[in-house]
């Protein structure tokens, strides 16, 4: 890792400074909030993958003594509130838009996957409301489900007026081109994948909390989102549950979120609603079951790629088809995921010069699929690199030598890919040297036939893989679809005592912002950090924001920040220059003081605080107050790059999977907070490693969830995992003021694909569907 | 979880009598399986009598080459205890397999037991050493203890006291865990006395037994290879979706095989 450097500014691994009270239990989660009066909700789940609601008899269940309201799909119908839009309309290949199931938040009339909500149970006590909600009797006709994403398209349509099954059929890249070139191409490599569907998993599982004022007409809702400004947006605009002027949504402390906090759900629309309708307020928290069956889950694609090679080895086109598992309904961002997010990805840190994708996004009978750690980019990276390692191996070449021979080298950037995308700066070969020396490429061999001796198979497998991140240019994702610019907002109030608030719209649900964001305002200010207090999570605090995800916080978030810290110090020059009686011109602000140039004469940032508010010798064209915002929309994507490098051994008895080493060599540009990273680094890791080895969500043919607790979905544990080996390369990203790219996600795009590429590797095949589970392996093995 | 009575009594005779009073009772051990299905809803006992406040349960005493384990001894103070290490260290050594760190501490011997778990670690302890289980009413030998899925001697209400395990000359537990619920997918003890060599299997059937086919291939002497030849047919064994039977009569063979080496390293 990049040696930190002292103090607690930028570049220093400052201890974050939320962690005393999240490891001291005096987090404040969503549940640990209560208010007077304060009653509970349990949701009526489907128990069917696909069925027509026949009839819902509550009357037993309200009659339970304690039980305020028994409330149904029809019910909210009635009221008027609308469905759960999706936020991001995909134009399909003929020119037309995607066709968007109805999504309502409480199912009426017909139910599609199992665990949706049609109705919920609100009572005293949580015991009265799970007892009530058992004496509902609820009459289903079933249908068939449809499951399987890669036969969804011949099968019966789930939703009316949805042909095929088909959300959408998106294309991009120049297919005759692609074509062309594959059929001219000296060697072409065929590769079919499964990209398995995964369950976020959140520590904290979702909850909310619904209240209403009747007084004021207020509503207040308490919820676990990464983004709660867009969840206002949504319930006001969309949903119509309160107008936004009497909503306030409030995120506080979070535990992970992973993507799949980002989506507006069913439950905290519903009790809000609730808490109207019964008087009280009311709050719902979900079993972890619950979490397993509703939370929107990951990736899910059935892919066939191709790659050419010329005769020397250099890429000459890349095709990919894509069926993208949608699930029932489209999720929030659920149709952006495996199409902006994924084939633009296509080109990775390759100078493919002709690249097509199609995607056919389908609906299924199962929970619905949105962003989750990467979204997308780990789905384009594992197409990408599994693939380019197949070519090699099928070459004869070098798996190193080959990618290096197609990198785009550091004189191409500005680099125009032939999928949408301009890379601002990277220098690929740069961290695949240090990532090959910091696993010692050249001792595999000898490592290779040491664990031979032991029975055991060793391969190594690479990913150079490369993410868009910074979400995002606010014109062109709103050109791409997008129902929201995707700018974030920053506040920063100078108190009179000269210590700083913070009002920031990222959202920080583990990643450590209350640390890192004031490291970077503290450094511009010459304050230290314990002089910074950042707010974020309340729509009734921060002004606007767009949340956090997509690696964003940072690179929107903090460049919002820099741009409101450049307000109040060119503020503060005014009055400093007043005080002073100097020339504006002259007045320098460094470390911490505003110093006429050329001379003695100085104040502190706290002396001018101090005077904007007590403004007795002050300029007269100067209003008072030191509190500056700004909106940052960032010009570009950000593009985090690198080189993962795993190594595996396999027991040749067992088939049990040991990831024995992993390297991982990243470009996030420059970075304030090294430990923070290198944190997010593992995180990203273990659950790339997870996805690869460990994780499934796996549906039966009924569309009953099988992979439903942590008996069977198997998230990795650090007795799984060895010790990472992380280090950075750094190039600066060219278009933001910190020159920072973000690190969130990396782990879990680069993973995947470098342990899997290790698998195949030590197995001799060309492809096994993750997880690398042991008797999969063990199969695979007896050939 | 539903509501329910809840009681610790102070006595054997109180306990049982509760239970039998009870609508429909259970016993509270270490609740390593009975809470977590109760919070889930799949159990819904009208009262729990915890037996933790029961004087005599507890303990562990090495005497005439026999080690006695009080039914509510913790994993973690069995894997963790030097007469075990001392006595028994493959039941140490087992002992520190089951599960996690907050389950050792909580969950015990006689709830392990009682609740026979078909993946549970100790019952393949039971079967190999020839165990006894006492109960509050009388003994049972581990053979005819465990009698299918969930399914033992246990006549309702009865309670297990303690638990004696014959000491071998030496043993070897060979593991294979599931990865997410850490239950045995398949575990193997292979246990050397005076009078010849007997295998516990937990984990691969519908609950412990012995594993007679591969003691008679191991009753010539002790040689991991003499098992390459044994046929380890797979009816009846346990399915899911991280191992079929196939697999897991595979793991049977390949544990035990592992267990002998272990085995052959100790000194008798």
Redesign the interface.
Known sequence: MAEAVAGSGIGASVRRKEDLRFITGRGRYTDDISMPGQVHAVFLRSPHARARIVSIDTAEAAAVPGVLAVLTGRDMAADGLGDLPCGWLVKQSDGSDMVAAPHPPLAHGVVNYVGEPYGLVVAEDL?TA??AAELVVAEFEERPAVVDPALAMESEAIHEGVARNLAYEWVLGDQSATETALAGAAHVTRLDLVNNRLIPNAMEPRAALGVHDPGTGEHVLYTTSQNPHLERLVLSAFVGVAPEHKLRVVAPDVGGGFGSKIPVYAEETAVLWAARRVGRPVKWKA?R?ESFLADAHGRDHVTHAELGLDEHGRFVALEVHTTANLGAYLSLFGSSVPTYLYGTLMAGQYKTPNIFVKVHGVYTNTAPVDAYRGAGRPEATYVVERIVEAAARELGRDPADLRRQNLIRPEDFPYETPVALVYDTGNYEASLDKALALIDYGGFPERKAEAARRGKRRGIGFACYIEACGLAPSKLAIQLGAGVGLYESGEIRVNPTGNVTVFTGSHSHGQGHETTFAQVVAERFGIGIDDVEVVHGDTGRVEFGLGTYGSRSLAVGGSALVRAADKVVEKGRRIAAHMLEADLADVEFADGRFTVRDSNQSLSFGEVAFAAYVPANYPEDLEPGLSEKAFYDPENFTFPAGTHIAEVEVDE??GVVELVDFVAVDDFGKVINPMIVHGQIHGGVAQGVGQAL?ERG?YDEYGQL??GS??????PRAD?LPDFRVDTTVTPCTHNPLGVKGCGEAGAIGAPAAVMNAVTDALGVADLPMPA???KV?RALRG | MYPFEYHRPRALEEARALFHQAEDGIYLAGGQTLIPTMKQRLAAPSDVVDLAGVPGLTGLAVEDGTLRVGALSRHAEVAAHPDVKRALPVLAHLASCIGDPQVRNRGTLGGSVANSDPAADYPAALVALGATVHTDSRSIAAEDYFKDLFETALEPGEIITRIDFPRPLRAAYRKFPHPASRYAVVGVLVAEFDGGLRVGITGAGPCAFRGTALEEALADGLDPAALDGVEVPDAGFNSDLFASAEYRAHLVKVMAKRAVQDLLVQPR
Not at chain 1, 710 to 715: A, K, L, N, T
């Open positions: 015991a799970w007892r079993e079951s008895e067992t460990h796996l099988q992979t942590y008996m069977d979905y198997c998230i799984d589970t042991a008797e063990w």
